[in-house]
Nanobody
Framework: QVQLVESGGGLVQAGGSLRLSCAASGITISAYTMAWFRQPPGKEREFVAAARWSGISTHYTDSVKGRFTISRDYANNTLYLQMNTLKPEDTANYYC???????????????????WGQGTQVTVSS
């Protein structure tokens, strides 16, 4: 069966860094658009970053551009999110998601994703 398992969350000070991992099984991530979403306390789930199957197209929400980087390790079938210069506003539960290939214009829509991990908590203190 398909599983996406996130890890790497934790508590960090503002300005620090974390790297989140999403280990996939049951799917080969090279065939899917992969993405990270997050849900801050008391708020709706929001898009963070996505990487299309080709590996040459990435998209980031404006608030993380220049600070976060999405990447894939095809050999280990794992998705990553490198998060630098963390801010308290980045505090959220972070989710990995996968969908079959589609246009970049819809990568931010959570309803278009087929598979989801269970989340990893990131807390940034000021």
């Amino acid at each position: 069966q398909v599983q996406l398992v996130e890890s790497g969350g934790g508590l960090v000070q503002a300005g620090g860094s974390l790297r989140l991992s999403c280990a996939a099984s049951g799917i080969t991530i090279s065939a899917y658009t992969m993405a990270w979403f997050r849900q801050p306390p008391g708020k709706e789930r929001e898009f963070v970053a996505a990487a299309r199957w080709s590996g040459i197209s990435t998209h980031y929400t404006d608030s993380v551009k220049g600070r976060f980087t999405i990447s894939r390790d095809y050999a280990n079938n794992t998705l990553y999110l490198q998060m630098n210069t963390l801010k308290p506003e980045d505090t959220a539960n972070y989710y990995c998601a996968a969908r079959l290939r589609g246009p970049s214009g819809t990568v931010s829509y959570d309803r278009t994703y087929d598979y989801w991990g269970q989340g990893t908590q990131v807390t940034v203190s000021s």
